[in-house]
């Protein structure tokens, strides 16, 4: 009785982890080279995005690159208050250029590709 208690238990303790394990894997946003690309390329020609984080637009506009949103030039105005005033930042999201372009709002990727020069390769 002992033994057959034993074996359930590790069966059961088991199934979860391996339950914990894949269900966790599926969550795991997947690299992206491409988006990678665009998003460096974003940085390398100092094209920042200013948001908040409560700002619904601005999370999708995170959203749009995935896990390459770490290469993007970011700052969060509400922490940076004086710095976004002094760069006439009046709504989120906003894209500024190093020429003083500013792109007000959510922006398509293809947009910003269009604007910035940097090459968005989408799936075919």
Do not use: R
């Not at 509400?78 to 709002?105: M, S």
């Amino acid at each position: 009785m002992t033994k057959n208690i034993l074996i359930i238990s590790i069966t059961i303790v088991a199934g979860l982890i391996a339950l914990l394990i894949w269900g966790g894997a599926k969550n795991v946003e997947k690299v992206n080279p491409a988006m990678d690309s665009f998003a460096q390329c974003l940085a390398s020609k100092n094209i920042t995005l200013y948001g908040a984080k409560w700002c619904s637009h601005c999370q999708k506009q995170k959203a749009d690159f995935g896990v390459s949103f770490k290469y993007v030039p970011y700052m969060e105005c509400p922490e940076n208050t004086k710095q976004c005033l002094d760069l006439g930042i009046q709504g989120y999201p906003t894209w500024i250029f190093p020429d003083g372009e500013k792109l007000v709002g959510y922006q398509e990727l293809e947009k910003l590709s269009q604007e910035s020069g940097c090459l968005l390769k989408t799936k075919n």
